[in-house]
């Protein structure tokens, strides 16, 4: 099947435009999943809640009935990082967009960012996968800072996903480094959408670094974007591929696990 990962430059408080461009490459982009990055109907340096609270959405906004009605009649899984209201709450979540409605879920950020912990709450929807039977795949999905705890991807892992997918606003230089260790600890498929540009907040400027891409569970780079470049990456991916955990026919990645002596607190 193949996989599509979006980088572009998303406009900060500029929701209409953003949410338009999303759409247009959603219904152009001939592939069975489609992943964008994080926050990218709104763009990323909020500083208070009160100033997010202006752009996020209920699980009945724009953004996901506009994506739910597309997923359903392209037959696309969509993955899309954005502001969720729920009650007093506003998280920075992805919507996992099922072409069956009854199975698009929201993942909400587990561990944030810098100033994040101003603007959002800290997400409680813990790990979890979704499965398209039909296409014979299991989905997790991380959001940016989230890659930092090997956790977090060894949580999917073991929950059966075939393939990762981070929508991200990343900022620092070292995560590149750490993507093909993730794929290969786990022996899946990871996905990263970047953004790329600057954002400016107050007296303060963020610059995003871009190089969005696609790890083989083998840790092989199956493509990998510029820093600065708006575009498409697409790739053929075997979800199959991925199951079996051994390496040799005595050694089992997951078998071999011994996790009473693995100290967690």
Known sequence: MKLSVVQFCPEFREKKKNLSKIIDYVRQIESDIIVLPELCTTGYFFQSKEEVSEFAEPKTGET???????????????????????????????????PDKSLTKIYRKTHLFYKERFCFAEGDSGYFIVEDKRRDIKIGVMICYDWRFPE?????ALLGADLIVCPSNLVTKVWPKVMPARAIENKVY???????????SGNEEVQF???????????DVMAQAAVE?????TVEIDPQKTRKKSFNEFNDIFGDRRPEYYIIK
């Open 209 to 219: 670094n871009g190089r969005s891409g696609i790890w083989k569970y083998n840790g």
């Open 64 to 98: 996901i009935t506009t994506m739910q009605d597309i997923a359903t009649k392209m037959n696309k899984i969509l993955v899309i990082g954005y502001a969720e209201l729920d009650g007093d709450n506003i998280y920075n979540s992805a919507v996992i967009v099922m």
């Open 190 to 200: 990871i996905a990263i959408a970047n953004r790329y540009g600057t954002e400016t």
């Open 229 to 233: 470049e708006e575009t498409v990456l």
């Open 152 to 156: 977090a991807a060894r949580s999917l």
